[in-house]
Every structure is written in C-alpha cells, then in structure tokens.
C-alpha cells in the first residue's frame, strides 16, 4: 500500500472536479487542433495531410504508377498517424470521390464508392496516386516552405503545413465536429477564388461584399442550382455563418401527345442517390404529393432521375415545388467558416479573413523559398569560384593532385591569387575569398571531386556563364526580399499561373453550381391536384372505411366484416376533404383521395387519425368551405363554429368543442336556416333564434337548453317561416308551422314535443 502511495504523478487528494477538467480540456484541444477543424492555410486536417505526405514520400505523381491502397493507409499509419487503419482508408477514399470533393486529392483506380451511397471497395483492392491538386498543395515543400516537425515516435519528420498554391479550404471546403464547435464549408470555384485573392492584394482592405463580385458562392462538385438571395449570401460571407438553399437540376421531356415527364439531371451536395429515391416512393406512398405518380432511376455515369406526373395537365413547376418541400431535391446547406488560424486559434472567419490568412501564409512560402534558393545559389557560386580558380591554375592544381600526399589541405593552403601560370582577361576572374586567394573547404573538395572530362576549354565557358547568371539570379531574390511590392507581384503571377493551370480551360475547371430566384411555390388547393371523380364513401359502425368507385346506390346492400353493419354512407369526390368529428370533441381531416379502394372491407380510420379507442365517431361530413356547423353536446352547451375553422393539418385532429368529465359531443350538424331547434331526452322541444349563439373557433359553449334531470338528445336549424319537419312513426315527413308554443329565449326548459314526434327524440 505503501509502495502506491509513493507511485510518482499521483496525487490522491486532487478534487475530481479539476481532474476530470484538466483531462477533459486536453481532450478538447487535441480534437479541436489535431482532428476535426481544417488549418485555414492549406485546408486540410491532419489525417488529410498525412495521407498526401506519405504518397508524396512514397512518389505517387499524377502521371506516375498506381499503388495499393493498403500500402498508402498502412504508410499512413505506420509514420505519421497512429489511428485506425479504416478511418484513414475512408478519408483517402473521400478525397478520390468526384460527387464529395470539387477538385479530387486523390486519383483511384477500382471501386471508391458512389453517389448512391456504397461503399468503397477493401482497400487491398484498390489503388491510388496523387492527382495535380494534390502536388499543387506539395509544391516547394523540398524548398523549406514550411516548418518539419517530429513524427509521434519521434523516428522521422512531417509537415506541420502545406505550402499550397491554391486556397484549398475554400476550394474544396471542409466539415468536421469537434468538442463545442463544428465547421462546415462549402467548395468554391478556384478561378473564383483566385480573382478574389487578386482583387485582395491589389485591395487590401477591399469590402467583404466586394469579394462577391469575384465569388458569387460555393460551386458544388454535383452542381445544382442554388436559389438563396445574394443578400442572404454576403451576410453568410461577412459573418462566417449562413446558408444556402440548393435546388436539383432539371429539365422536363415532352413525351408527345401532350404527355410529359420530369428528368432530374442532378442532384442537391451530400445527397445520396439512393435514399432520395426511396424518399419519394415513400412520398407517393403516403401521397403527400398526390400529382406524382412513379419515379424511376435510369442513371448510369450521369444521373437521370425520372418524376412521372400524375396527370399530363399539372403544372411541372407546381409538381416540383411541392417535392422541393417534401423530398431532398432542395436541400439546406449550412455555413460556418470554423477555422484554425496559423495551425493554433479557432475563429470563425469571413471570407475575407479566409483569404487574407491564405495570403499572409503565400508570403511567409515565398520568402521562405526565396531564402532557400538563396542559400543553395551562395553555396553553388562559392564551388564555381573555386572551379574557375582552379581552370586559372590548372597546372598548379594537377601538379597538388599529382604528387602532394594529402591534396585537401595543400589546396586549402596554396595562395591562390598570387599564381596565375595560365592567366584569364581580368574580366573572367574572381577572387576566391574575399581578402586572401584561399581556396574554402567545399572549394577544394570540388575541386578534388571534378571530373577529367570537364578540363575543357568549353567547360571554363559554361562555369563563367552558369556564374553570370547565378550572380544575376541573386541579385533578383534580394530585390524581392526587401521589397513588399515584388512580393506581392510574385504572388499575384504564381495565382495566375495557378488560375490558368486549373480555370476555365481544366476540363472540370467551369462553374458548375449556377443561381437562380427560388420564387414562391404557391399553395395549391388538393383539388387541382388530384382527377376529380366520383366516390361513395362506406364507414361501418366498427369504424372500417373505403370508398367505392363511382356513385352506387346508397340503398344497396354491401359487403362488412361479420359482426359488422352500415353506418355512414354518403356520395363525395376524389378532391373532397372529409371532417370526421369524435365524441371527444376533436374534429379530424381526411383527403378523399387517401382513402382505401372498395375492394375490400377497407381500413379502420383509427390507423388513418389519432382517434383515441375511448371516443366514438360522432359524424362524417363532406367540407364545404365558408359552411357553418352546430356543435353541441350531451349537456346541452354549444355552438357554431366556421368550417373552415375545424379543419386540420395533422392527424392528431383539432379540439373545437371542450368537454369533460362524462359529457360528450353529441351533435354536429351544418347551419342551415335562422332558428334552432333542441329536443332534450324528456322530449321537451326549444326553439329560438340562431343570432343568440355565439360563433366561436372552440370552447364549451352556451347553454341550449335547460334540464332537470337527463341532458340534450338532438339539435338542428331550419327556417322558421318554412316551418320544422320531422318523419312521423310511419316515415311521412310532417311539417308544423304554427311554433309559437315552443319558441321561447335560449336556455328555457322548453314546452313537450308536439304530437306525432318520433319517439327516438331526434329530428
């Protein structure tokens, strides 16, 4: 016990609260920097940039051979990224995806998956290289461009960045989610790109909406149409935050004779193929869309996505905005520029500072590989002046060679500028060392390592002209290094450069995302939607619904379940809207068109609305817009409510008349008349004027009547001048005009009903 108490780095008393913080926050920071945000000056993660790094260090160039992609993962893993072999796999694999990335890293030869949303092949069956984007991103890397740090073991060393010639974040956008933030960028267009960054440098504090001039938005790797207003747009840019509303490409064929279909060429960014497919079976299943009648996929290469109308005389524009609203074929794709700014800070960033860090960090390579060169030209032009002095001395030098026994140092020792058996003009020499005719180091070891076959007369040439020029060169990369304008001006050149190498003329390299105005889908009534036809609809008394083709005789015998009978049964249309009211009091909606075909008993319409099983159907009624209804209920309380009022949009119905306890909605009729007619179950008869209920959109109502014991047994309206009707014990309709003994003021008692009202108490 003992021996663990005095275990190093372990400190018992250490609260669990700032333990579990500190490791949490390491955790955080290692996801946030060293897994899931890109690094702004080269766009990549850090899985990404080993990938590339290994197939760079393994000489996969874009003309060169294939290799398999487990070497490339296993590379990958073995030096630079000790994480699963599968996760490295699918993230090379996504960089070969021309659906997933604008401007592919990687070049794969076999299966990489599809639009569809299969997966790639094992990576022992595939095989890869590195495409011209890729080594775009790899150039001046031998040129000390960027800082090399220490691999995890510490065996070899890695890129901490890419030198990047082209703004790949933007360019090929990025996504990832880290702990307590996220980013999400869209790919752009690089000649876009580049003409921003040009503008950029010329303007260096140019306006954010300006860049839009240069950059009108993403431009996505599966093209479509993006409908999100520009104002819209600049506001995402300038903020770092936003969206986009991208649309499907499509165009409508003309089938002849009138008849048509729609061809959907392409498809909304990160959707696949496949679930979007079965999102609009499921669409025409459900019938959310009852215009669209089948959908077929004849995609090969290309995609061909074929939307069969309903009926030739729908309007295309209608048929797609409405499965804009209800499928994938418009999608919203979010922005949120969160990125890391020199490798180390996240920030979520404009676009502007996006580009801004992408040039900065241009400038730092530049300097970096102008310093570079600088070195190797000092380096090259302290051996030419050692091989010119030793073309001035040549008989010196192969006398040392010949006979001295350690040659090195007595070259190094040999005064050099007193000596000159075979003299040049004074215009071919160059004293070796500055102040003493010396030869360096490097000097005599040049002179010792050159070749017999270079003592020609033709050779003295070259060195002098290969020096001229060097002298020159230099004298170019100092201006460059002092002068802020010259760096800029080279910049600007190698962006064009860049711009040329992968624009219009790339084959791929044109805008492939265009714009257009969303303009407003209208809401289109069910009744252009859908053939008008005639239907009887049968509702049985244990809730079993269908509707039968046609308007059949309503006195004609059909077909229940055993045990089952007749309930409803009334003659309607295909574009009709049913109100069904449960003795709960909710009203429920149901599309004529929705309901099942005769040929069977139907289904039950418990399945259809969320009826619950305690509540029974009260009535079934055709919706006729502008209509009014009495509602009332078993206690003799209600109302009239607006029909348009009660009608639904979900199936869980809506509550028009509250009831509680054991009271129940009773009675729903439509309004048709200026008087009101009640009957209690002690067969009292009320009427009064229809202006003294108030109309309402929901509530308990008024009270109808007024009962002793007992509660309300029917309701209806009628025109009092016309007279009240009812059907006598022997089916004869009888009228009785003269109503002045029961007309009295709301909520009275009322007076018995008249003689020969049925005994069933109902109207």
């Known amino acids: 016990m003992s021996d663990q108490a005095d275990a190093p780095n372990m400190d018992l008393s250490e609260p669990l609260r700032r333990a579990l913080g500190e490791r949490y926050l390491t955790y955080a920071l290692s996801t946030i920097m060293h897994r899931a945000l890109p690094d702004a000056r080269d766009g990549l993660k850090p899985v990404h940039r080993r990938i590339i790094y290994a197939m760079h260090r393994l000489r996969l160039a874009s003309g060169g051979k294939f290799l398999k992609s487990a070497k490339i993962s296993g590379d990958t893993m073995g030096d630079f990224h000790p994480h699963g072999d599968a996760a490295i796999y699918d993230a090379m694999a996504r960089l070969a995806q021309d659906f997933n990335v604008r401007y592919p890293l990687v070049d794969g030869q076999g299966n990489f998956g599809n639009i569809d949303g299969d997966n790639p092949a094992a990576s022992r069956y595939t095989e890869a290289r590195m495409t011209m984007f890729a080594e775009a991103l790899l150039e001046g890397l031998d040129e000390n461009a960027v800082d090399f740090r220490d691999n995890y073991d510490g065996r070899l060393e890695e890129p901490a960045v890419l030198p990047a010639t082209y703004p790949n974040l933007l360019a090929n956008g990025s996504s990832g989610i880290a702990v307590g933030m996220a980013t999400n960028i869209p790919p752009h267009n690089i000649a876009e790109l580049v003409d921003a960054c040009l503008h950029l440098i010329k303007t260096p504090d140019a306006r954010d909406d300006t860049l839009m001039n240069y950059v009108p938005g993403p431009d996505f790797p599966t093209g479509g149409i993006i409908v999100e207003p520009p104002e819209a747009i600049a506001q995402a840019y300038r903020t770092g935050r936003g969206g986009f509303r991208l649309r499907c490409r499509y165009e409508v064929e003309d089938l002849g004779r009138g008849q048509w279909q729609i061809v959907v060429t392409e498809i909304p960014y990160q959707v696949q193929k496949s679930k979007l497919i079965e999102k609009l079976a499921e669409v025409i299943q459900t019938k959310k869309v009852p215009i669209l009648a089948d959908v077929r996929d004849e995609s090969a290469d290309d995609i061909r996505v074929i939307l069969e109308p309903r009926s030739k005389n729908v309007d295309p524009d209608v048929l797609m905005g409405m499965l804009y609203r209800n499928s994938d074929l418009e999608v919203r794709f979010s922005l949120n520029m969160n990125v890391l700014i020199d490798g180390v800070t996240p920030k979520v960033c404009s676009m502007k500072e996006v580009l801004r ?15 570079h060169r600088m070195e190797k030209i000092d380096h090259r032009l302290e051996v030419l002046e050692g091989l010119i002095v030793a073309f001035l001395n040549l008989d010196r030098v192969i006398d040392i060679i010949r006979y001295d026994e350690d040659p090195k140092p007595a070259l190094m020792r040999e005064d050099w500028s007193l000596d000159h058996p075979r003299a040049m003009t004074e215009a071919d020499y160059v004293s070796p060392a500055p102040g003493q005719g010396e030869l360096t180091d490097v ?33 170019g990369l100092e201006d460059l290094l002092e002068t802020d304008d010259l760096q800029w001006q080279a910049i600007s050149d190698q962006l064009r450069d ?31 939607m859908i053939d008008r036809e005639p239907i009887t609809v049968v509702c049985s008394q244990m809730g079993w619904i269908r509707a039968m083709t046609g308007h059949i005789d309503l006195t004609r015998e059909l077909k229940f379940k055993d045990g089952d009978g007749p309930r409803f049964i009334f003659h309607a249309e295909t ?8 003795s709960n009091g909710r009203f429920y909606t149901l599309s004529a068109a929705n309901l099942p075909g005769g040929r069977g008993m139907g289904e039950p319409l418990r399945l259809m609305v969320d009826l619950p099983n305690e509540a029974q159907i009260l009535t079934i009624l055709t919706h006729k817009p502008g209509r009014k209804l009495l509602v009332a209920s078993t206690a003799g309380d209600g109302f009239v409510v607006p029909e348009d009022e009660v009608i639904a949009q979900t199936r869980t119905g809506k509550q028009v008349l509250n009831v509680r306890g054991d009271v129940t909605a009773h009675v729903c009729t439509p309004v048709d008349g200026d008087h009101v007619a009640v009957v209690g179950e002690n067969r009292k008869v009320l009427i009064f004027p229809l202006s003294e209920l108030p109309e309402m ?3 308990k109502g008024v009270r109808l009547q007024k009962y002793k014991d007992g509660g309300l047994s029917d309701a209806t309206t009628f025109t009092l001048a016309d007279g009240l009707s009812w059907l006598d014990p022997a089916g004869r309709t009888r ?29």
């Open 575 to 582: 574009t009709d809207r049913l109100v069904v009211v449960g």
């Open 443 to 475: 000097q005599a070891e040049a002179i010792l390592n050159m070749r017999l076959r270079s003592l020609r007369r033709l050779e003295e040439m070259e060195l002098l002209r290969e020096r001229d020029a060097l002298m020159e060169e230099r004298a």
């Open 357 to 371: 860090a992408f040039l900065d960090f241009r400038r730092d390579v530049l300097i970096r590989r102008s310093q």
């Open 697 to 699: 959109a929901r509530g």
């Open 498 to 528: 860049v711009k040329k190498k992968f624009g219009k003329d790339y084959e791929g390299g044109a805008r492939r995302t265009t714009f257009a105005e969303a303009g407003e889908v209208e809401e289109v009534p069910l009744e252009a």
């Open 735 to 763: 009228t009785e005009t003269e109503l002045a003994e029961w007309t009295a003021k709301r909520a009275s008692a009322g007076r018995m009903a008249p003689r020969g009202f049925p005994r069933d108490n109902t109207f």
